[in-house]
């Protein structure tokens, strides 16, 4: 489609209705076809568009053109084409091939009006200009039809990528939260100085065994996979049954109603899948890297991540569907906050989603536009990138300080040896290793005891304030509390 065809279609259409009085069949003004009905024209029904559109009709309008073709009344199809001019006349339909140059002269067999055509009409025939400076009223009538087509599309679930997050990122995260909410996820066999044993429970170990990430087990321990994994993982349920499982639902209810209206705000599968992509694994990286005792997992970054994405293509935007995404963000936002306050770890939630809010905001700008047409806004947005994954690997280069005691992760490993997933108890030993503790899973009962020490961690001081738990820590988690 070229400028010339697209304001000599225009300028067709406003013709056509104020000069003969031609009325669109479904009320709608598409961008490059359109169909008109007027029983009192010699012509009764016009079709109008430009040639290789790919808009397809409305029911309303195929049920139209077949009900008009029984009744044999005259139809006349005109293609607007950037070279071609051809007519072919049959009994029942006239095909008129013109171009924009011909346009007056082809028409003016069939519509004598034509010729009083204003040149206001054609002006952007002669002149430069952009094709979205169209005449107000049918850009108006345009911008209320693709609204309304979006709203169709957002009732009908007409989407795609939408339903990939669906899957990865609300079904199987949701599956696994109900799961670890019935598992007594717990680390034991300890002995303290009074010779009793004692249990810890391990709230987040779900969210680790399912494939979250965290600093420990991503780097110290080197199971990389999980900066991809990370978002299918399980949810923090540490709130209890009942209010993890209001929260889950509003959650990913909310995440499926965004996903889906961001698809469509965006208009382009392959724009937002990209964005998203890159969002949701240069999130990955980077929290995993920067902040050592937060465990991400589940469907709050990736609510983060849509949100960037959503505001970044509808800032700024006047047209209706902009101001429809405006209204409805607001309620994912609400519900944001308030699994933050039920949240175990304030701080740490509100982190990982603000950072998903900004790498959604970054990746929505840069694929945008083309790399040709990038300004000082989008070379800003990479440079906060760069400094993003710098700090990160800055973090991950420089930090090599044993970490403290996690007991979600032992619980975690504890549950992969046993249940042989991707090794026995001795390759999990092995990372436990890696890591830098004391203690290791005894091989044949599977239970976990810091009083082993292992190759690696013999080399550490017993003293290490960092390494073995205290006395205090073991009482307060004690079974009976």
Known sequence: MTEKQFKTYSALVKFFKKEYKYKNVDKKVKESRVLFINNNNEYALVQLEIEGTNETWSNIEVMAQKNFFD???????????????????????????TTPENL?????KFFPLISTLQETYLKAIKQKSTVNEIPEELNDEIKINNF??????????NVSFSWVILFFFIIMPVSFTIIGLFMNMYVGNGITDEGTSWLITAYQAPMLIFGGTNQTLTFAGGQ????????????????????SAF?????????FSLTKLTEIVIGNVWKFSLSFLLAYLTLGFVVSATLPYTVTSGTLPIIGIMVGILVMNISGDTSPIAKFGKAKVAWPIVLIILSI?????????FSVLMSGIIFGSIFAALTKKSV???????????????????????????????P?????????????????????????????????????????????????ITPLSSTYSLTTSNVLPSLDLINTFRLGM
């Open 148 to 157: 309304k087509q979006a709203l169709n599309k957002i009732k009908n679930n």
């Open 71 to 97: 009744q044999k009344i005259k139809k006349l199809k005109i293609i607007i084409s950037e070279t071609t001019s051809q007519l072919t006349e049959k009994d029942d339909e006239i095909v008129l091939i």
């Open 247 to 255: 929260m889950i639902f509003f959650l990913t209810t909310a995440l």
């Open 341 to 349: 306050f039920t949240s175990q770890d304030r701080l740490s939630s």
């Open 224 to 243: 990389y996979w999980r900066i991809l994994t990370y978002g299918f993982s399980a949810m923090d349920a540490g709130s209890g049954i009942l209010l």
């Open 404 to 452: 403290a005691y996690n007991y979600n992760v032992i619980v975690a490993l504890q549950f992969y040896g046993k249940n042989k997933i991707g090794g026995d108890l001795n390759h999990y030993n092995g990372i436990i290793e890696k890591i830098g503790w004391l203690g290791r899973f005894d091989v044949n009962t599977g239970n976990w005891n810091n009083k082993i």
């Open 372 to 402: 040709k047409e990038w300004t000082w806004r989008e070379n800003i947005m990479i440079l906060f990138l760069v400094i993003f994954i710098v700090v990160g690997i800055v973090f991950v280069t420089t930090m090599k300080k044993i």
């Open 104 to 108: 007056k002269k082809d028409l003016l």
